[in-house]
């Protein structure tokens, strides 16, 4: 449970906020880089972290990331052009460089003007088919973090976005929750062949319901375990915190179903059981972007790779290019005659968006009550509060990784005997064993 301070100090992500002023210390990923296809296209408005932006690819294919509005008389540049090597207000004609420098003033000629005044502007590298930018002070600026798909080729890397309609907290926390896997998603374990489960008294058989769910079969034995109560160990890393979600195994064998969870500050999960990340951007205080990059098999190619993600465009709003989440309808019919255990067809991302966002724009934590399967929730929570103290403070946030290798970040998903460290599994994480917080009923 949090005060209503507290609260507010997690959610609140504008400019001067005890959380914006935190994310502003992290390289941000802002936008898809499929958004900007070539040198000289069209640009596009960014909304991120409580403020709105326009970048643009110049003639010679770098990236510019601008404040949006025209430092003149406030126009719009996503609306402007963007022509030889600048983006051009329509307003008054002024052009910008991809740093921001003015490169032309039409209504204002023989002044030095240009020389003493710049533009917002902020750095941006190019990986895993995002653009991610640099909002915070430039002497403080981390090294970027090179993950596993930086410099992979194109066709094997997707990604994808949803716009959702809630707090980006409601997300984020969603995307470390191991225990609510075996519940929630009973319909996608379906599909995946885990056959029958039970839920509290509930019996759920198990047949395979949403038979258009893009995430594909499994084999023999994708979840081998009945547990929904799994026991949580956290230790800390350089880049944040893993975790474990322990249960026990179906086989009677007295072997463990582990679940390892990898969390890079401040938005990233590797998510046990998958081969990529989900990453949540807040927009402002009541929307967030969801990207998730998974890595794919040589030659699978875009569509394939966007089927593996749990994209269908039925999901999001209907205008072209809308990555805006839009939750169908439930199917109390199906849940009724135990056909469907949640009534939403779409897979894990539907599951999951229709629950966060049914909190509301921004959950209040003060009524909610934990339970030891949220224990790397409440670590989250913690690394960020203290993130947040330290900043305040002068001092570098947590998880920032300087020295450390994050291609090896890694999360994992096995059973394993009872005497194996969960932690040979992920390594490369440089889990800190002596930290470990252990939590069961």
């Known amino acids: 449970m949090l005060t209503p301070e507290e609260n507010e100090a997690l959610c609140r992500v504008g400019p001067g906020t005890p959380m914006g002023t935190l994310l502003r210390r992290y390289w941000v990923p802002a936008f898809q880089l499929a958004d900007l296809p070539g040198p000289d296209c069209a640009p596009i408005k960014v909304t991120i972290l409580g403020e709105n932006f326009v970048a643009f690819r110049d003639t010679q294919g770098r990236i510019g990331f601008l404040d949006e509005l025209c430092p003149h008389r406030g126009a719009s540049l996503v609306l402007g052009r963007v022509e030889d090597c600048g983006i051009r207000c329509l307003y008054h004609g002024w052009k910008y460089a991809v740093d921001g420098t003015i490169l032309e003033t039409p209504n204002l000629t023989g002044s030095r003007f240009t020389e003493r005044v710049k533009h917002g502007s902020y750095p941006v590298k190019e990986s895993g088919g995002l653009g991610w930018v640099y909002l915070g002070p430039p002497d403080t600026a981390p090294p970027f973090p090179i993950f596993r798909w930086d410099g992979a080729p194109a066709d094997e890397v997707a990604v994808s976005e949803m716009i959702m309609d809630c707090n980006w907290m409601q997300v984020l926390e969603g995307s470390i929750d191991s225990s609510h896997v075996g519940v929630l998603h009973l319909d996608t374990l379906a599909v995946m062949g885990a056959g029958p ?90 929307t967030c972007s969801s990207f998730g990059i998974f890595m794919v098999p040589k030659g699978r190619g875009g569509s394939a790779a966007a089927n593996r993600t749990g994209i269908d465009r039925s999901i ?117 064993r002596e930290g470990t917080a252990r939590i069961s009923t």
């Open 316 to 432: 999001w709003g209907p205008e072209p290019g809308n990555r805006r989440m839009r939750i169908p309808p439930q199917d109390r019919e199906a849940m009724a005659n135990g056909q469907s255990f949640a009534g939403f067809r779409g897979g894990n991302r539907v599951q999951d968006g229709a629950v966060q966002m049914s909190s509301g724009p921004l959950y209040d934590r003060a009524k909610e009550h934990l339970v030891p399967a949220d224990l790397a929730i409440i670590r989250l929570r913690r690394v960020l509060a203290d993130s947040i103290r330290l900043v305040d403070e002068g001092k570098p946030p947590l998880g920032l990784g300087v020295g450390y290798d994050f291609a090896r970040v890694t999360a994992a998903s096995a059973t394993i005997d009872a005497e194996t460290p969960w932690q040979d599994l992920v390594a490369g994480n440089l889990g800190t």
């Open 197 to 286: 489960r039970n839920v509290g008294s509930f019996e759920f058989a198990g047949d395979p319901w949403d038979h258009d769910m893009p995430t594909p079969p499994r084999g023999d034995n994708p979840w081998p375990s009945h547990d929904n109560a799994p026991v949580i160990e956290v230790e800390d890393t350089p880049f944040g915190f893993h975790y474990a979600a322990v249960r026990e195994a179906a086989d009677g064998s007295g072997s463990k179903y582990v679940r390892i969870t990898a969390f890079v500050m401040p938005y990233t999960a590797f998510v046990g059981g998958s081969n990529g990340a989900v990453i949540v951007v807040p927009r402002d205080d009541h």
